[in-house]
């Protein structure tokens, strides 16, 4: 099983990153795919998700309304789409498979995006 995030980045306050998260090793398409980021010092954060099949999402309050999560399960891959960027959004970004109703819970190495000016 593996979870691999890449995308991540320096970002000037107001810009625009996209996040991706290659899977492999499981059924991606059965799986919840969420995004969850932690920050120096601080607690790692539930971001959003989607679900198996991309028919739902969800967001923290923080990003709504920036930040958009898709996926692609022809290609098994989950994104994060993170626009209008602030400095508070610099945080450490992973990717979590989740199979809802089992103890199937994989993590990626997580990416950094810093932004900054």
């Known amino acids: 099983v593996q979870l691999v995030e890449s995308g991540g980045g320096l970002v000037q306050p107001g810009g625009s990153l996209r996040l991706s998260c290659a899977a492999s090793?499981?059924?991606?398409?059965?799986?919840?795919m969420r995004w969850y980021r932690q920050a120096p010092g601080k607690e790692r954060e539930w971001v959003g998700f989607i679900s198996a099949a991309g028919g739902s999402t969800a967001y923290a309050d923080s990003v709504l309304g920036r930040f958009t999560i898709s996926r692609d399960n022809a290609k098994n891959t989950v994104y994060l789409q993170m626009n209008s960027l602030k400095p508070e959004d610099t945080a450490v970004y992973y990717c979590?498979?989740?199979?809802?109703?089992?103890?199937?819970?994989?993590w990626g190495q997580g990416t950094q995006v810093t932004v900054s000016s």
């Open positions: 979590n498979a989740v199979f809802v109703g089992t103890k199937h819970n994989y």
């Open positions: 090793g499981f059924t991606f398409s059965s799986y919840v």
